[in-house]
């Protein structure tokens, strides 16, 4: 018999710390219809030097509920996060337990196929599994998200390059995993014409000096060292271009000193993280993305929104999102003078750039609202639970 109530649904995350991740899942606790769902969000704590996007969920109107033991770090903490998370599950009684990051993935599944949870889902953001560790750690790792694919009901990627590497490495089937891509609120974004000149006021950067700009956590993966390269031999070869840094995270020290040794420090700005960064993005004549690996490279996607043009490594879900020479520029990663080469086209070949950063603007609007993300995952959510209760709710 089909319940009456809305369907329960426990959203758990490792932390809810800046990036893609966290606000995946504050717009996806925000905006699934309440006459449908109850929707309770747990996420552990942020780890050292990270910022919290709680700010967010409180513009949002969620309630994050906390699980102390749960960090993105391996330790005893974790044995205390999984029964932290099987007494919630078993006083709540979800319907759906919906996971997110490694973390969250691995100690929110098996609290929940303990508590006998009916329905388990798990989004990867992004992966692990290839090329991050020796190879001994790397077979453990993988061995263990095949063992917890087996409890999973449904695996969701946000990017059909990444669900086929993780059916390459054998993680699971195709048809055990959903793409559903990313779903953000850009609607201040794709409004924010009016907020051009607000950044080049604050910085006192002459009308003359294009802004580059990269929007990340500062963190290996991320490789800032390439965009200071490719911003060094900018410089080299008599760009007036000025660049900023906008983030935070462990490497910070390491890149100021960085651009120090490369001669480029009076022409790079550390800005940290910004709340509202509507003004950053429109106030950018270039975003550039240097990692070496991206899940579903939020700071491109609403960068596009803005209307920037955009320069990226050809990495990870990045393809999915950029294409290349219609909505942007791919470059291969590690090689600085082809971000560049990149970077200089954008601000030679005026009208390409410009046609670019229109198709982009539309196609972000069209494939990352968070409407269309919303209706997949509450389709996913019933289909799911009708399948186990062998019902047919109404859609």
Known sequence: ????????????????????????????AAGLPRDRFAVRLFAGREGRGETGMHYLADEK????????ALSPH???????????????????????????????????????????VPVIVHTFHGHVLRGYFPR???????????SLTRITDRIVTLSPALKADL?????????????VPLGMDLA??????????????????????????????????????????AARSMVNSGSSARFVIVGDGELREVLGNLAAEMGIADRIRFL????????????????????????????????????????????????????????????PPGDPEAMRRAWRSAFEEKETTKRMSTVARREVEERFGCERMLSAMAALYGELTDLKTGATRPR
């Open 1 to 28: 018999m089909i319940p009456k109530r809305p369907l329960r649904i426990a959203i758990a995350i490792a932390r809810l710390n800046v990036g893609g991740p966290a606000t995946h899942v504050i717009e996806l």
């Open 61 to 68: 109107g969620v309630q994050s509920e906390s699980v102390p």
């Open 74 to 116: 391996l330790g005893p903490a974790d044995l205390i996060a999984f029964f932290q998370l099987l007494r919630i599950f078993r006083a709540w009684k979800p319907d759906v337990v919906h996971t997110h990051t490694a973390k969250a993935g691995a100690v929110g599944r098996a609290a929940a196929r303990c508590a006998g």
């Open 136 to 146: 001994p750690l790397e077979g453990f790792f993988r061995g263990v998200e095949r």
């Open 167 to 179: 059916v390459e490495i054998g993680i699971a089937g195709p048809e055990k995993i959903e793409v």
């Open 188 to 229: 201040a974004l794709l409004e924010c014409d009016s907020r051009r000149g607000e950044l080049r006021a604050e910085l006192g950067f002459g009308t003359g000096e294009p802004i580059v700009g990269i929007v990340g956590r500062l963190v290996p993966i991320k490789n800032h060292r390439l965009f200071l390269e």
């Open 272 to 331: 940290g993280w910004r709340k509202d960064m509507v003004p950053v993005y429109a106030g950018l004549d270039l975003l550039a993305l240097s990692s070496d690996n991206e899940g579903t490279p939020v700071a491109l996607i609403e960068g596009m929104a803005a209307g920037v043009p955009v320069v990226a490594t050809a990495v990870g879900g990045v393809p999915d999102v950029v294409r290349d020479g219609t909505t942007g520029r791919l470059v």
